[in-house]
Every structure is written in C-alpha cells, then in structure tokens.
C-alpha cells in the first residue's frame, strides 16, 4: 500500500480571547492601530444597528431581520480584506461586509422592511444582494469569477455560506468548478455552530466544514472567525494569491451565532443558555478592544464617544428608512422585463387603476 | 447563404453571436471539442477557442448559477442544458436568480443569458430525454420561454434570444433537428421574440402550435385543404410571455380554434391559450376550442412514446369535431 495524496487543515488564531497576541507569527495589521480602530468601529456599529434592527422588528417597523450578533469580527475581517472592484456575493446577515463596502444602513433596514430598492444599494454595483436560497450564491460567485478570469481582469470574488449551507450541493459544486477552472476567488464558510436548530454536529461527522475545499482540490484552512486579525490576514492572502492567478482557497471561519437565527426563530427552543453564555467569553469585540487598550490606542472616553456616535448615526438611519418615498404599486411590474410585455402592461395598468379606488381596496 | 438543418442553424446562429459580440460565451456539458451531443456547437470550440467555448464539470446548477453569475458581470452566456429532462438542478437558479435579478436589484444587476436545452419526444431517447414542460418555466415571471420550429426559426430567434436583455430559455425540439433544410442566410437578422408567426393562412379554423408540433400541424392543414377545409396555422414560437393579440385575431376571422402541443395537457401553455380564448374570444367562437395534448401520463418509455404523441390523426379528429358545430 502506498499513500498517494494526504491532507491537513491548518488552524489560525492571532489574537486569543483575553486580547493576547499568540502563534507563530504577527499579521501587518496587528501594528498598524489606526486601520484597526476603524474596523473596531465598523464593528460596533454592526452590533448597534443590528440591536437596533431587532427593536424595530419587535414593535412592528421592520419585517422579519437575520441578526449578525457575534458574526462581526468575520464579517468586517472579509469586508477590510476586499478591494472595491471585487465581488461580493453574501448570503444575508453579512452586514459588517456590506457597511465597510458602503451599503447603507438604511438600505438594510429598507430590504428587511419588504422594500426592493433597499438591494439598488449604494455600495459596490457589482456586488450581489441578499440571497436567501441556500448555497446559491456560490455558483454565482463562481461565474463571476470567471467573468473576471476571461476578461483577465485583477479582480476577486468572495461568497460566503454558512456551516448549514456548507451541506449543499451548490456549495460543493461551486468548489469544484472553482478548482477546476483555477478561480480568482475566496469561499468563506461562517461556521456559527448553528443552522436554525441543527447543530454543526449533524450536519456532517467530518472534523472540518473546511476539508470539503480539500476533497474539491482547494487549499482549506480554519481560523478562529472571532478574531478580527485572523479573519482580516487570511482572507487578504487569500485574495492576494488568487489576484495573482493562483487560484481559489476556502476559509472555515468558527464563530457563534449568540441571537436567533432571525426575529422569527426562538433558539431557546432548541440551545441550552449555557452554551451561549460560554459562548459570550469568546465573542469578537471583546477581545479586539482588549487588544487595543492594551497597546494605548483605545481609551473609555474613545469608547464613550463611539458608542455615543454609533446611536447617532443608527438613528439617523432609521430616520432615512422611514421617511423612504411611497413605493408605487407599479414598481413590482416595472423592473420584471427590460422592457414591459403587452399582458403584463395591461395588468400594470389595471392595478394601477385599483390604486384610484379605494372601494376595491385601493389605497389613495 | 446555405441549405441547412435546424441544428445546424443553431450552431450559425452561435458562430455569428461569438464572432460580433466578444461578451458572448457557450458553455456545458460537451459543447467543447466534442461540439455538443447532438453537434450543436460542432466546431465552435475550434473556431473560438475554449476561452469562448468551455467545457464544463458535469454539474447542472453549477452551470447554470455560473450563467447567472457571468451575466450579472457584463458577459452574455449561452449555456446548454444537455437534454430538458436534466435542466432540474438548475431549475432553483433559473427561477429563483435569473428571472429574478432584474427586479430584486431594481435593474442594477440583469441576467442577459441562454439556456438551450434540446426537448421532446420522437427520437427513441431512454427516459428523462423525451418530455415537454415548458409549461413549468412559463409559469416564471420574468422568463422569456422560445422554441423555434425551422432552420430559419432557429437562426433568427437564437440572435433575437442572445441579444435580449433578460434570460431567455431556448427550446429546441430535437425531433425536428435535422428533419428538413432551408436557405439560412447568415445576415444576422433576428426575428422578433414575444410574436406569433403566421404559417398559413385560413379562413374556417385557427390552429396554433409550435415546436415540433408544427410540423403534424402543416401535415394536418394539407389534408384539411382537401376537404374543403381551410386552416389557419400560427406558430406561437415564443411561449412566454404569450402572444395573445395575434391568436385572438385569428380567431376573431375562423370562429373555431384547435390548440396543438406534445407536453401533457394539465396546465399547459395550451391550457393558457384556451383560458386567453375564453377570457377575451368567446364572442369569436362558434364551437368549444379543442387540445390536442400529450396524454396526462409520466411520458412513456419509446414502444408506446408515438401513441403518446399527438398525431395528424388526432389533430384531424379534433377538427373534424368542431366543424360539425355550425
């Protein structure tokens, strides 16, 4: 017998949960503070909008929201790591991505509000927007990347699933395509232990999510998806390699999903309060601050001044959201065709006309 | 100009788009060296090189999210679904991102992409290769759903389907494939999508079809000529969205309309057309309007595949039934 491939996944961790420095070596951004506080920043606000977010669900000013708690260091990590002209391709509680990528938090609020124009966002034009089918968005991060690969542009994309969606068949299909057509791309499994109810467990008994990049010819490592430094530095190289023609990498991000898995979901049903309580001491934000007031670039009056800051600009966004114009009833028919069929335009015009008559239940 | 087979006009059609349009891409399964299972990318992939002409993994929904993931990136993809019976996996992206991007972005992303998948029955295919259900993706919203009937159906409504800007799924029935030649000339005039094409001309019943079915069709007519009888043929061509106007107008003249179709008849695009007759031309007709479908069945293996099928005989039944009423 003889062996003739084998395999090994690494684990990357920079920065411990106490905010300690460890492994073998320094990530470029662990010393370059003033990048750091901005993402730091960006992290918070994250978590301020998404608190937020959940409040207005819960008194009926926003439709069903996917939280983002504790996913915020992956989130910025994969957002920082991106350059403009890449792609992003996100499944939907991606926030902290899309923010460093200039969508705005009114448009998140407007999509979660059941408004389409909240996808028409400012960031990126070329990004995707939200995908709620399962893995799908891979195969589409996939024919972008080779869009970009035929046209030989240096440009990347990144598509995220979850350890959930990491089950599907897109997910693996995407994968190989990418190994197979040596991709300029980055797929970033966000591991959060949880995909609605079923744990990470029994979605599959191998002990990485990443060594399905591996079965699909892709190098596949993990990093503590916690840790803000990590995910930043690995994702980067990730791109950098694949920017320079070498091919697609797959990243295992490990995290815990601390809320439900949406305003709709109840994870006392199903999770233990332990667990989530355990789960606290090793959430993102902790331990990136941590860092930062240990090495004086992060003092409590900055904090304060943050926190004050993020509640402003949060309240100006739900401001915006709900001073958003009145989505006109044709708006659903105008954008279903380049340009309108003849049934579809005389359908238009009779919801329209509904629109005049509030005895058919029409609003003025 | 040349005298060509419908297959081969798809294949000019795609050689004419890759060589005036550098956006333009064919993609799947064998279309590469191999120049598709049944040729219609013959030497595509040797003319343009495998940059313009890829071979894929066997991956249905990986061909089709990468279609969708090309077009929102400014290429026009024109990817082959091997045979209709396999377009399944890549029914969730077809349905749930191509016709759907346009207006889940508000027009900022679009999806300007083919799917050709070669359908139908009458070539004594093993199963899963034979059945019509292109009732299934006309009942999407934001789909454009072609399937041409002549060499030079196909050549002009293939140019028509890779220039327009929305996803197309274009339907080639493969029966038909190699059934007769015409002069196509590669001009590079596209026909209209979203139009009926009048075939012949009648004054006593409307016949509409398309596919494959257009062929049983014409055959009918001739008979019915010979009775005396003449029968107006349309040719829908593109199933959605549905020319209806040209069907009503037809019909507004004959008074009487036979819809003819191979897929099975329960809720069918010929179940659409005899809804759109009795929504809007009722007050035409002079008898019930009549389908003659594929039976309700799981499409038989190929012994009983011809007794599945309709048939000039069946057409001429249905006919001949509602000229009785007067």
């Given amino acids: 017998m003889t062996t003739v491939a084998s395999f090994n996944v690494k684990y990357i961790q920079y920065l411990s949960p106490s905010g300690e420095l460890v492994g073998d070596s320094v990530p470029d951004i662990a010393k370059n503070f003033d990048h750091i506080k901005s993402l730091y920043e960006t992290m918070v606000m994250t978590r301020v909008f998404d608190a937020k977010a959940i409040s207005l669900q819960r008194t009926g000013k926003l439709g069903t929201y996917a939280s983002s708690l504790g996913h915020e260091a992956v989130h910025v990590g994969i957002g920082s790591a991106m350059q403009y002209e890449d792609v992003f391709a996100p499944s939907y509680r991606e926030y902290g991505v899309q923010l460093v990528r200039g969508v705005k938090m009114s448009e998140i609020l407007l999509y979660w509000g059941g408004d389409e124009r909240g996808s028409n966002f400012s960031g990126p034009p070329h990004d995707f927007a939200w995908c709620v089918p399962i893995a799908t968005q891979n195969t589409h991060a996939a024919g972008a990347a080779l869009a970009f690969k035929l046209r030989k542009e240096a440009r990347c994309t990144v598509s995220v699933i979850g350890d959930g969606g990491s089950s599907k068949g897109d997910f693996l299909e995407a994968i190989n395509a990418a190994s197979a057509f040596k991709l300029p791309m980055v797929f970033v499994i966000i591991n959060n232990g949880w995909a609605i109810s079923v744990p990470r467990k029994k979605q599959s008994s191998g002990q990485t999510l990443a060594q399905k990049g591996i079965a699909g010819g892709l190098p596949s490592i993990q990093v503590d998806g916690n840790d803000l430094l990590a995910v930043h530095h690995e994702i980067k190289k990730a791109l950098d390699k694949a920017r320079n023609g070498e091919g697609a990498t797959v990243i295992e991000a490990i995290t815990y999903r601390l809320g439900d898995h949406t305003t709709a979901d109840d994870a006392s049903r199903y999770r233990p309060d332990e667990e989530v309580e355990n789960a606290k001491r090793f959430e993102p934000i902790l331990r990136i601050r941590q860092y930062l007031m240990d090495n004086n670039q992060w003092s409590v009056q900055q904090e304060n001044q943050l926190m004050d800051k993020c509640a402003l600009r949060v309240e100006q966004a739900v401001k915006e959201y709900q001073s958003a114009s009145k989505l006109p009833v044709t708006d659903m028919f105008d954008y279903m065709y380049a340009e309108l069929p003849h049934d579809l335009a005389e359908q238009r015009a009779f919801a329209l006309s509904l629109e005049d008559n509030t005895v058919n239940g029409g609003e003025k | ?326």
């Fill in chain 2, 1 to 326: 100009m040349s005298n060509i087979t419908m297959v081969e006009a798809v294949s000019l059609a795609l050689s004419h788009e890759l060589e005036n349009d550098k956006d333009v891409v064919v993609l799947g399964e064998d279309v590469g060296i191999n120049g598709g299972v049944f040729r219609a990318t013959s030497g595509l992939a040797q003319k343009f090189g495998e940059n313009r002409v890829i071979d894929t993994p066997l991956a249905e929904a990986m061909i089709a999210g990468m279609t969708v993931g090309m077009a929102t990136q400014g290429l026009k993809p024109v990817a082959e679904a091997q045979f209709l019976g396999f377009i399944f996996p890549m029914f969730e992206q077809i349905v749930c991102h191509a016709a759907r991007m346009r207006n889940r972005t508000r027009g900022r992303l679009t999806c300007p992409l083919v799917i050709r998948a070669p359908f139908g029955g009458g070539i004594h295919a093993p199963e899963h290769h034979s059945e019509s259900i292109e009732s299934m993706f006309a009942h999407t919203p934001g789909l454009r759903v072609v399937i041409p009937s002549s060499p030079t159906r196909a050549y002009g409504l293939l140019l028509a389907a890779i220039r327009d800007p929305d996803p197309v799924l274009f339907l080639e029935p493969k029966r038909i494939y190699r059934l007769n030649k015409e002069e196509v000339i590669d001009d590079g005039e596209e026909l209209p999508l979203d139009m009926c094409f009048e075939l012949r001309e009648g004054n006593d019943i409307t016949l509409v079809t398309w596919g494959s079915m257009v062929k049983e069709t014409l055959e009918a007519a001739d008979q019915l000529a010979t009775q005396g009888i003449s029968a107006e043929v349309i040719d829908v061509a593109t199933v959605s969205p549905l020319d209806m106007d040209t069907i009503l107008e037809s019909v507004k003249k004959t008074g009487r309309c036979v819809i003819i179709q191979e897929a099975v008849q329960h809720c069918s695009v010929g179940s659409e057309i005899a809804a759109g007759l009795a929504d809007k031309g009722l007050y035409s007709l002079i008898a019930p309007v009549k389908r003659v479908s594929g039976y309700d069945v799981i499409m038989p293996l190929f012994k009983l595949e011809k007794k599945y099928m309709p048939s000039v005989e069946r057409i001429l039944m249905a006919v001949n039934k509602i000229m009785e009423v007067s």
